[in-house]
T-cell receptor, first 117, second 116 residues
Framework: GAGVSQSPSNKVTEKGKDVELRCDPISGHTALYWYRQSLGQGLEFLIYFQGNSAPDKSGLPSDRFSAERTGGSVSTLTIQRTQQEDSAVYFC???????????????FGDGTRLSIL | AQKITQTQPGMFVQEKEAVTLDCTYDTSDPSYGLFWYKQPSSGEMIFLIYQGSYDQQNATEGRYSLNFQKARKSANLVISASQLGDSAMYFCAMRAFQTGANNLFFGTGTRLTVIP
């Protein structure tokens, strides 16, 4: 498809388990972002990848969260030893390369709804 | 630091009428971009409109327009001729360019309900 693809769409797991969320960005988009949305809130930035540059991890809430992007395309967000407060919808977005003189809209996937029991 | 404020948790509008959704922002960066996204009940985030801080004219995209008042630091979304399908959450977001921030900062959103 032409849009950002995320899987799974829903994930239910027990507290303490590890989870992996996958994102396949729009072809040709070099910038990739992960956000999360807790119930009733706006989106909160987690991590940003741009090409082969070192990722911007400034939004990751703890060292239980990590992400990688292989081959400049598909990305995986991993949450280790999940806690109940990790329950949220996790969105991936992609865009063309950001610039300092203007901007490119970020196009979002449909999100992964993560529920920690 | 950047901050986005949406003071209207919920708004109602009659079908075919226009509605304004408020957004104010705070940043010390002289160069920034402002975005509006729509999130229907199905959950996806849909990009609506973009305004750059140095753009001379207000952005328009079909029935959407952005009332950009730079001195007041406001970027209100105007939806004309509301349709039932416009019922959704609407998020205002900002990215500051010179600070090097890569991400968008989002407001808490406004839930718009269009009444038939």
């Amino acid at each position: 498809g032409a849009g950002v693809s995320q899987s799974p769409s829903n994930k239910v797991t027990e507290k303490g388990k590890d989870v992996e969320l996958r994102c396949d960005p729009i072809s040709g988009h070099t910038a990739l972002y992960w956000y999360r949305q807790s119930l009733g809130q706006g989106l909160e930035f987690l991590i940003y990848f741009q090409g082969n540059s070192a990722p911007d991890k400034s939004g990751l809430p703890s060292d239980r969260f990590s992400a990688e992007r292989t081959g400049g395309s598909v990305s995986t967000l991993t949450i280790q030893r999940t806690q109940q407060e990790d329950s949220a919808v996790y969105f991936c977005a992609s865009s063309l390369r950001l610039g300092r003189g203007g901007d490119q809209p970020q196009h979002f996937g449909d999100g992964t709804r993560l529920s920690i029991l | 630091a950047q901050k986005i404020t949406q003071t209207q948790p919920g708004m109602f509008v009659q079908e075919k009428e226009a509605v304004t959704l408020d957004c104010t922002y705070d940043t010390s960066d002289p160069s920034y971009g402002l975005f509006w996204y729509k999130q229907p009940s199905s959950g996806e985030m849909i990009f609506l409109i973009y305004q750059g801080s140095y753009d001379q004219q207000n952005a328009t995209e079909g029935r959407y327009s952005l009332n950009f008042q730079k001195a007041r630091k406001s970027a209100n979304l105007v939806i004309s001729a509301s349709q039932l399908g416009d019922s959704a959450m609407y998020f205002c977001a900002m990215r500051a360019f010179q600070t090097g921030a890569n991400n968008l900062f989002f407001g808490t959103g406004t839930r718009l309900t269009v009444i038939p």
